[in-house]
Nanobody, 118 residues
Framework: QVQLVESGGGLVQAGGSLRLSCAAS????????MGWFRQAPGKERQFIGR???????NYANSVKGRFTISRDNAKNTGYLEMNSLKPEDTAVYLC????????????WGQGTQVTVSS
């Protein structure tokens, strides 16, 4: 059974940093793309960024320059490094895997809460 588990969320002051992890189990995702999303209460899910199997990344404008996505294929784990956090970054953060790299996400984690206080 394929499972994605996010961790690393928590409460941080504005300007602080957090590093989220997304651990995959059940199969290797080294040849898949991984995306990160977030959803705040009452708002639609928002794309944050994505990393391909080869390590290429792209980001939403709202996080570009502050957030960095990486992966460790040996550990079957993806990471989201978040710096210069703002209160508006408060949300549940989710990772997802796009098996064939064509843009559709096949597996989703349950999410981890990130709260940024002002």
């Amino acid at each position: 059974q394929v499972q994605l588990v996010e961790s690393g969320g928590g409460l941080v002051q504005a300007g602080g940093s957090l590093r989220l992890s997304c651990a995959a189990s059940g199969r290797s995702f080294s040849s898949s793309a991984m995306g990160w999303f977030r959803q705040a209460p009452g708002k639609e899910r928002q794309f944050i960024g994505r990393i391909t199997w080869s390590g290429s990344t792209n980001y939403a404008n709202s996080v570009k320059g502050r957030f960095t996505i990486s992966r460790d294929n040996a550990k079957n784990t993806g990471y989201l490094e978040m710096n210069s956090l703002k209160p508006e970054d408060t949300a549940v953060y989710l990772c997802a895997v796009d098996e064939d790299g064509l843009g559709g996400y096949d597996y989703w984690g349950q999410g981890t809460q990130v709260t940024v206080s002002s």
